[in-house]
Structure formats: C-alpha cells, structure tokens
C-alpha cells in the first residue's frame, strides 16, 4: 500500500507563490507517476499536472506556464510550484498515486488528504 501525504497549501494573494509537497512512502514500487488534482466548491475534481517516472510531465491548459511539476526521486517526493496565482486557482488541491502508460494517466484510488489553497484578489 502507498500512502501520501501533502503539505504546502496556505493563503496567498494573486500573483504570488506557493509550493505544494507531495511525500510518498510504502509500496511505491507498484506506481510509475503521480499527479496533482484540484477541486474547487461545487465543482468536479480535475487533473492540473502529472509526471511520470521518466520525467515527462503534462499540465492543464489552465496552468500551462504558470505551473511547475518536480520530483525528488531520493526523497520520494513530487512538488507543484505555483507561480502567478489567481483567484480560480483556489481549491483544495490532491495528490494521486497513479500509473502511465502510453502517454495516458491512470488514476488510481490511492489520494492523499487534501491540502487548501486560497487565492485573495
């Protein structure tokens, strides 16, 4: 089993920074990405970005050039960095364990807690 634990919400004002922490431990071996999910009040979750074990990442449209996804392969961590926030960018944001496979991501039920983000305009 793998657990994750997120770290790195707050409040911040539009235009700022925050850097959002991911830490995996257990069985991580039986994963090869992981990927940050958000939802805000009322609406669905969505995918914001994924990276897979090679590297390669994906990004929503909606945060293309502003978002930033890493991974400590040694600390067996991944980050999103925020840059540039925005109001619609408030939601409680998810890590996701998951698998990639021919340049699809395939969720899995294994989430961590949730982590608020607040963007005041």
């Known amino acids: 089993q793998v657990q994750l634990v997120e770290s790195g919400g707050g409040l911040v004002q539009a235009g700022g920074s925050l850097r959002l922490s991911c830490a995996a431990s257990?069985?991580?071996?039986?994963?090869?990405?992981r990927a940050w999910y958000r939802q805000a009040p009322g609406k669905q979750r969505e995918l914001v970005a994924r990276?897979?074990?090679?590297?390669?990442?994906n990004y929503a449209d909606s945060v293309k050039g502003r978002f930033n996804i890493s991974r400590d392969s040694a600390k067996n961590t991944v980050y999103l960095q925020m840059n540039s926030l925005k109001p619609e960018d408030t939601a409680v944001y998810y890590c996701?364990?998951?698998?990639?496979?021919?340049?699809?991501?395939?969720?899995?039920?294994?989430w961590g807690q949730g982590t608020q983000v607040t963007v005041s305009s």
């Open positions: 996701n364990a998951g698998r990639y496979y021919s340049g699809t991501y395939y969720q899995t039920s294994i």
């Open positions: 257990g069985s991580i071996s039986t994963i090869n990405a």
């Open positions: 990276i897979a074990a090679g590297g390669s990442t």
